[in-house]
């Protein structure tokens, strides 16, 4: 991990109050920038040659001769050949001359390496840097581990294919989009074999997949993603927030449950299989019984994190969880930072984001109220990494 002196070096080089919101422009990049303008910063959106047409075009900022903002979101896009050329000593350099507090996203991560971003990455970074790794799957202290620390709810796991005994979901990498899910599922050893040999065959999923893959019990409930936010500056109110909930449209499963029995079982003899290739969102409410549940679940995780991985969660974290029959919560995901799924309540907000804070309260937007509030307390190096 790169030495945290080294961050905060760079950081008291910062004009703080000429300080920008920078993210990766991919994954939730809209709903940071967003809320990121809202709160009177303007934005770098580091693009992809050839993906940036979004962020450097269709959103890109105008802002009349006083420098207010008459649309868009994108102040400066940063486009590069590559994503990870953002690791490039000059690109960081221009991150850092730019006062640039960078945001993590899943797609940062992704393209870039949890190494590299762990150990090169020298520009300051809003939120837990360690915590990142968390999300790599199979991790030796991976979020399972930090769930099972917590005493967390999350499903049964199936230690070797011979045991699936039950409908049994298998979380491996897709194959060729590499920021994917090639996830199966399976109720009996024998249809594990016949639907992996399938999507092997159709390039899905790699023939050794089974050594990254994660076995679990498959949970029969509606799923929501918990967007929550823990501050670190708080002093009256709680430091936990709930500011949203969300839920998955994959492709090609939402396609594949909306065809009758007949047509779904057909398509599986052909072996036809559905995919879990997550392609939008949508917004989502708890009956009001359930949320003291969730902030129960999310002051565990909260204070497990900051025991096994100090200074533990700073900002916006995720936790995407199942409901089953009996209104119980198990955690099948956990995100460590913005949830892939937040742009749902962008510019609107979203109902308990709105209701506490008693205006259009998006996780983007919470995320740079809390800079703001760091930049005008001078307390910028509590919430960053």
């Known amino acids: 991990m790169i030495d945290r002196g080294r961050v905060i070096d760079n950081l008291r080089k910062y004009d703080l109050k000429k300080a920008k919101i920078g993210v990766v422009a991919s994954h939730?990049?809209?709903?940071?920038?967003?809320?990121?303008?809202?709160?009177?910063?303007?934005?770098?959106?580091?693009?992809?040659?050839?993906?940036?047409?979004?962020?450097?075009?269709?959103?890109?900022?105008?802002?009349?001769?006083?420098?207010?903002?008459?649309?868009?979101?994108?102040?400066?896009?940063?486009?590069?050949?590559?994503f990870d050329h953002i690791l490039k000593p000059e690109n960081q350099n221009l991150l850092m001359k730019n006062n640039v507090l960078f945001v993590p996203n899943r797609s940062f991560v992704s393209y870039c390496g949890i190494d590299a971003v762990e150990n090169d990455f020298q520009v300051p970074v809003v939120g837990s840097r360690n915590l990142l790794r968390s999300e790599e799957r199979g991790d030796e202290r991976d979020y399972y581990w930090i769930l099972e620390k917590a005493g967390l709810p999350?499903?049964?796991?199936?230690?070797?294919?011979?045991?699936?005994?039950?409908?049994?979901?298998?979380?491996?990498?897709?194959?060729?989009?590499?920021?994917?899910?090639?996830?199966?599922?399976?109720?009996?050893?024998?249809?594990?074999?016949?639907?992996?040999?399938?999507?092997?065959?159709?390039?899905?999923?790699?023939?050794?997949?089974?050594?990254?893959?994660?076995?679990?019990?498959y949970i029969i409930g509606p799923v929501f993603n918990l967007d929550f936010f823990y501050s670190p500056l708080e002093e009256k109110g709680e430091r936990i927030e709930l500011l949203g909930i969300d839920w998955r449209f994959e492709s090609s499963l939402d396609g594949y449950a909306r065809l009758p029995a007949k047509q779904q079982i057909e398509l599986e003899m052909d072996g036809i299989l559905p995919e879990y290739t997550v392609c939008g969102h949508n917004s989502a409410t708890l009956r009001e019984s359930l949320l003291d549940n969730a902030f129960e679940l999310a002051e565990k995780y909260v204070k497990a994190a900051e025991k096994y991985y100090s200074p533990g969660i700073i900002g916006p974290f995720c936790l995407q969880t199942c409901v089953d029959k009996d209104l119980k919560f198990f955690i099948y995901d956990v995100a460590p930072r913005i949830g892939g799924g937040t742009n749902v309540h962008?510019?609107?907000?979203?109902?308990?984001?709105?209701?506490?804070?008693?205006?259009?309260?998006?996780?983007?937007?919470r995320l740079a109220m809390e800079v703001r509030k760091a930049v005008e307390q001078e307390r910028v190096e509590e919430i960053v990494t």
């Open 28 to 82: 939730s990049a809209l709903d940071t920038c967003d809320g990121a303008v809202s709160e009177g910063f303007r934005t770098v959106a580091v693009s992809q040659k050839g993906r940036d047409s979004t962020f450097s075009k269709y959103f890109r900022s105008q802002r009349d001769a006083k420098g207010s903002l008459i649309r868009g979101v994108v102040d400066e896009p940063m486009i590069l050949d590559k």
């Open 154 to 217: 999350f499903p049964k796991k199936v230690d070797r294919p011979e045991d699936i005994n039950g409908l049994t979901i298998i979380k491996v990498h897709h194959k060729v989009k590499k920021l994917e899910r090639g996830f199966f599922t399976a109720q009996s050893y024998d249809q594990f074999l016949e639907k992996s040999h399938n999507l092997i065959e159709q390039g899905v999923i790699e023939p050794d997949f089974i050594k990254q893959a994660r076995m679990e019990q």
């Open 346 to 365: 962008m510019a609107v907000g979203h109902p308990y984001g709105n209701a506490l804070w008693r205006r259009e309260m998006s996780t983007g937007r």
